[in-house]
């Protein structure tokens, strides 16, 4: 499976960013799909995940609310909508795949991964 990221940049606080992640190599509606970010300094975290079929999704409590997760399977795309961005949102963002990842928020569960879109966000 290869995993293409897109869509970061420079964003002042308070605006939004959508990232994609298209992917290839497999049938996209067997793979479960998550966004993860890493910080400068810090270890990689899980940010959001979406279930095979798109009907479950599962956020970090610190993006409920500011960033929806979604996927389109005849794309073969997800996507990670990002609103109210704030500083501390700064970081490279990673989406990554499995079939069934078990723990949607172990990273270490995924076994395909994108190779990151940097998103920085201006105080």
């Known amino acids: 499976v290869q995993l293409q990221a897109s869509g970061g940049g420079l964003v002042p606080a308070g605006r939004s960013l959508r990232l994609s992640c298209a992917a290839s190599?497999?049938?996209?509606?067997?793979?479960?799909m998550g966004w993860f970010r890493q910080a400068p300094g810090k270890e990689r975290e899980f940010v959001a995940a979406?279930?095979?079929?798109?009907?479950?999704?599962y956020y970090a409590d610190s993006v409920k609310g500011r960033f929806t997760i979604s996927r389109d399977n005849a794309k073969n795309t997800v996507y990670l909508q990002m609103n109210s961005l704030k500083p501390e949102d700064t970081a490279v963002y990673y989406c990554?795949?499995?079939?069934?990842?078990?723990?949607?928020?172990?990273?270490?569960?995924?076994?395909?991964w994108g190779q990151g879109t940097l998103v920085t966000v201006s105080s």
């Open positions: 990554a795949a499995d079939p069934f990842p078990k723990n949607y928020q172990s990273d270490y569960r995924y076994e395909y």
């Open positions: 190599g497999r049938t996209f509606s067997s793979l479960y």
């Open positions: 979406i279930s095979w079929s798109g009907t479950r999704t």
